[in-house]
């Protein structure tokens, strides 16, 4: 039996939904990107609207996106997100949390002009955790990497000085 998708609390690190664009009309195809970041083997990667299942694409080994096609429309309006899933060595089926919801609202009236001059609006939700504990953690590793680096070049020259006034001692 599978877990439900968009209503499970997850195992693994959320993906990221990308949407590609800043501002759109209505009929317009719009592509939403989910983006894995992790090293664990994807067997799906699964889209949610308004924590329904809205669309499961399987990968391949070694993929780590897909892409949701959506025309928008009234009817498209929703709070999307994403996440994968992937099976455990015992043949168990484990997920994701979801990325961080990504809300697309689009502004239709009844007269037809009004609605061909109608425009997307979205806001991102703030996220609790997820991608900025992320993306914060790899700044902070980064941050090490080089505090590291500084410090082993700071050595290496400590060491040069020190073999230098050796070799000028000797000399004397």
């Known amino acids: 039996m599978e877990p439900e998708t968009c209503s499970s609390p997850g195992d693994f690190p959320p993906p990221a939904l990308f949407p590609n664009f800043s501002s759109a009309q209505e009929g317009d195809l719009i592509l939403a990107r989910c983006v894995v970041f992790s090293h664990v083997p994807v067997t799906h990667i699964f889209f ?3 924590g329904v299942e809205l669309a499961k694409h399987p990968v ?3 993929q780590f996106t897909s892409t949701l096609t959506i025309w928008l429309s009234v009817e498209s309006s929703g709070t999307y997100s994403c996440g ?3 099976r455990s060595s015992l043949g168990q089926i484990l997920l994701s949390r979801l990325s961080v919801p990504w809300v697309l609202t689009t502004k239709g009236e009844k007269d037809d ?3 061909r001059n109608s425009t997307v609006a979205t806001s991102p939700e703030l996220p609790a955790e997820g991608l900025g504990v992320s993306i914060s953690l790899a700044m902070a ?5 080089a505090l590291a680096l500084s410090l082993h070049l700071l050595l290496q020259i400590g060491k040069r000085v020190q073999l230098a006034r050796l070799k ?3 000399l004397r």
């Open 141 to 145: 590793v980064l941050l090490l990497l």
């Open 113 to 115: 002009q009004v609605k």
């Open 84 to 86: 994968y899933q992937r």
């Open 168 to 170: 000028s001692f000797m």
């Open 60 to 62: 391949g080994k070694g």
């Open 48 to 50: 949610c609207k308004n």
